[in-house]
């Protein structure tokens, strides 16, 4: 690659990591909006109806994709789109069994913490699953280990637990306002949990195969799970109850959130590597904060404000750490 053509994969790069940001906080407003109920200025749409609906558009939309690749039997220079029947046939589905039940527990939880929980909240709680990421790397991978040995892992770490802490203490002490109530802080941890082990896995799983391959076989896993819950316990009856507005949000939602947000990342990662994107992917909550106001009318309270910023600086430290033992890896390599 010539030094023009890298220039203009940066520049790409780095404009598609804007669009993740913007992403990755309109997100949690979208979700609060379609499960808040309407008497609180929401649309009130059942839990399991939606988040089936939201993660269904990404296996279908880029289905086509998939085949198109599978017939021409060929890929891209750099393998991005590496794409060959016989891995359709090996062991992809195979491979994609264990990130896709932590996938499942991620989306269940995520999907329905928009109903006990406020926008901005979940936008800064939703920041605790890197350090489980970071976590479960360091359990799972030796190479990783060497974050304990960096100021920067125990700090972030700290900061962290100490901002999520901070972040739900006043509900806990049972003096917290807001919409946001203890369900959906459990809710918000468990999604961290299983986000943290869901990426972990597959690192360790799908890296034989391409990100979009993994990410279709994975997909359409979790929609057929996604699509079973509905059906065993969703108000089917909200289909008949959703207008045109609902469909809207919902679409948008989805496309934004899931289908089109994995692919833009995974290209940003490309582009300007994973300490950059992850490391802007965390001011995402305080667009959220933002957004959230205009939106919803909801804000946080100073405790809330500190604690999340803490948790956010805590994250950035990790991604930092983490980034440092990546270029090592790479310049002993």
Known sequence: ???????????????????????????????RYLLKAETDGGLGLDIWVVNALRYSSAPVFWLPFVLMRMRRGKS????????????????????????????????????????????NVIGFASKLAFPF??????????????????????IGALGSLVGLVLLSAEKFAGSGTGG?????????????????????SVKKQMSGYSSILSFWVI????????????????????FRVMDIKAWAVLIASSFIGVTFWHVMYYRALKGVGAV????????????????????????????????????????????????RITKEEQANF
Request: with cysteine; proline share 3%; net charge neutral.
């Open 219 to 238: 997909s359409t896993y979790t929609t057929i799970g996604l699509l079973f819950l509905m059906f065993v316990f969703g108000d089917l009856v909200t």
């Open 76 to 119: 891209a220079s750099d393998g991005s789109l590496l794409i060959h029947g016989t891995h359709l046939r090996s062991g992809v589905w195979k491979a994609a069994i264990i990130p896709t039940v932590f996938n499942l527990v991620t989306q269940t939880s995520w999907g329905a913490v928009g109903k006990y929980a406020d926008a």
């Open 180 to 200: 946001t109530t203890m369900l959906g802080y459990l809710l918000l941890v468990l999604m961290a949990i299983s986000w943290g082990a869901y990426s972990v």
């Open 276 to 323: 950059v994107s992850d490391g802007v992917l965390m001011v995402s909550p305080f667009l959220t904060v933002a957004g959230s106001a205009f939106v919803l009318g909801e804000t946080l309270t100073p405790l809330q404000a500190v604690g999340g910023s803490i948790l956010v600086g805590g994250g950035i430290l990790l991604v930092i750490a983490h980034g």
């Open 1 to 31: 690659m010539t030094p023009a053509e890298e220039h203009r994969n940066k520049i790409v790069a780095l404009f598609l990591l804007c669009l993740t940001l913007l992403g990755s906080g309109s997100v949690p407003i979208f979700l």
């Open 133 to 154: 990421t970071v976590l479960y790397s360091f359990l799972l991978f030796p190479a990783e280990r060497r974050l304990a040995r960096t100021s920067s892992f125990w």
